[in-house]
């Protein structure tokens, strides 16, 4: 069950860049949230997955000697829930949040790479990808704001409109 919950239903545990296959399998759960439940429901989710991932991930760290091992996505999962409900409410800033979150997730600039480096066991793990997410979905509410601003985004479609009869 630790390993089923640490790799997202096992999304993580392919070789070649777990940390984006963990991200796309959590956007399926995401779009569904937003679209039937709303952001309230993808926040509270994030926040609960954060607190019961730490502890999880204290002892999988106890147990195995490997501090964030790359199949651990829980952590892209909590991040890319966090940045969607920040800014996903729309096709484009889906996919927006979806990009932005990994290119913050592997370049980790700033602050979030201070974290990553600095802060031990689950906490550690978790919080750089939760900073992350927040940066993504601000850096994704801005682009937003500047196309519509400009009148440069010629095509966009609400999530809520997705299925609609």
């Known amino acids: 069950m630790q390993k089923l919950f640490l790799t997202f239903f096992y999304s993580g545990s392919v070789n070649k860049a777990p940390g984006t296959f963990g991200t796309i399998a959590a956007l399926i759960p995401a779009f569904f949230i937003l679209r039937y439940l709303g952001i309230g429901t993808l926040i509270l989710l994030a926040i609960l997955l954060f607190l019961v991932s730490i502890k999880i991930i ?56 201070k974290i990553d480096k600095k802060t031990k066991g689950g906490l550690g793990v978790m919080l750089d990808d939760v900073l992350a997410g927040i940066f993504a979905g601000l850096f994704s509410a801005v682009i937003y704001g500047i196309l519509l601003k400009f009148d440069l985004l010629w095509f966009d479609i609400s999530i809520m409109e997705i299925f609609l009869n």
């Open 58 to 113: 204290d002892q999988y760290e106890k147990q195995t000697g490997i501090h964030d091992d790359k199949h651990i996505v829980i952590d892209e999962v909590v991040g890319v829930f966090l940045a969607l409900a920040i800014c996903g409410q729309s096709v484009f800033t889906f996919l927006l949040s979806f990009v932005l979150f990994r290119f913050f997730d592997i370049t980790k600039p700033s602050i979030i790479g």
